[in-house]
């Protein structure tokens, strides 16, 4: 966003692209600070029952879902005629926006959809996994 700003006497962007660019990347920071801000609350919803973790994965899945338009509208910067850093920008933008939506997604359906026993499974692992926290030695020091 703001190289598409400052470079635009170098890379020949008229005014519509750089435009487009810049509100598309302005999209893309809200989207990504509401995404920093549920990670920052996972810790202590994981702590609460299953129907709060539940509750959350249907309002990231609903987000992840307005997300996905933006994408489809940021992939169309690949038919502009850009220069070839805003060109590699763009590849590289993209493919981090679908891996987000896919992994989100895969989660979303493991939280919201998959059977209860399953999913009582797999939140239990989590939890393990995340919370309870264990003292890895440093090296050098001994056990």
Same mark, same amino acid.
């Given at each position: 966003?703001?190289?598409? #700003?400052?470079? &635009?006497?170098? =890379?020949?962007?008229?005014?519509?692209?750089?435009?487009? $660019?810049?509100?598309?990347?302005?999209?893309?920071?809200?989207?990504?600070?509401? #995404?920093?801000? +549920?990670?920052?609350?996972?810790?202590? $919803?994981? !702590?609460?029952?299953?129907?709060? $973790? =539940?509750?959350?994965?249907?309002?990231?899945? =609903?987000?992840?879902?307005?997300?996905?338009?933006?994408? @489809?509208?940021?992939?169309?910067?690949? @038919?502009?005629?850009?220069?070839?850093?805003?060109?590699?920008?763009?590849?590289?933008?993209?493919?981090?926006?679908?891996?987000? =939506?896919?992994?989100?997604?895969?989660?979303?359906?493991?939280?919201?959809? +998959?059977?209860?026993? &399953?999913?009582?499974? *797999?939140?239990?692992?989590?939890? !393990? !996994? #995340?919370?309870? !926290?264990?003292?890895?030695?440093?090296?050098? *020091?001994?056990?």
């Amino acid at each position: 966003m703001i190289g598409s #700003y400052l470079l &635009q006497p170098y =890379i020949a962007l008229e005014t519509a692209e750089r435009d487009l $660019i810049i509100i598309l990347c302005a999209i893309n920071l809200l989207f990504c600070i509401y #995404y920093l801000w +549920q990670v920052v609350k996972i810790e202590k $919803i994981f !702590k609460l029952e299953n129907k709060h $973790i =539940i509750k959350f994965g249907k309002n990231i899945g =609903i987000v992840t879902l307005l997300y996905i338009p933006h994408f @489809f509208m940021f992939t169309t910067l690949f @038919f502009k005629n850009l220069h070839n850093l805003e060109l590699l920008m763009v590849v590289l933008i993209s493919f981090m926006e679908a891996l987000l =939506i896919c992994v989100v997604i895969k989660e979303v359906y493991d939280i919201v959809f +998959q059977e209860e026993s &399953q999913r009582d499974f *797999e939140l239990e692992e989590n939890r !393990k !996994k #995340y919370l309870e !926290k264990e003292k890895k030695p440093l090296p050098g *020091e001994r056990f």
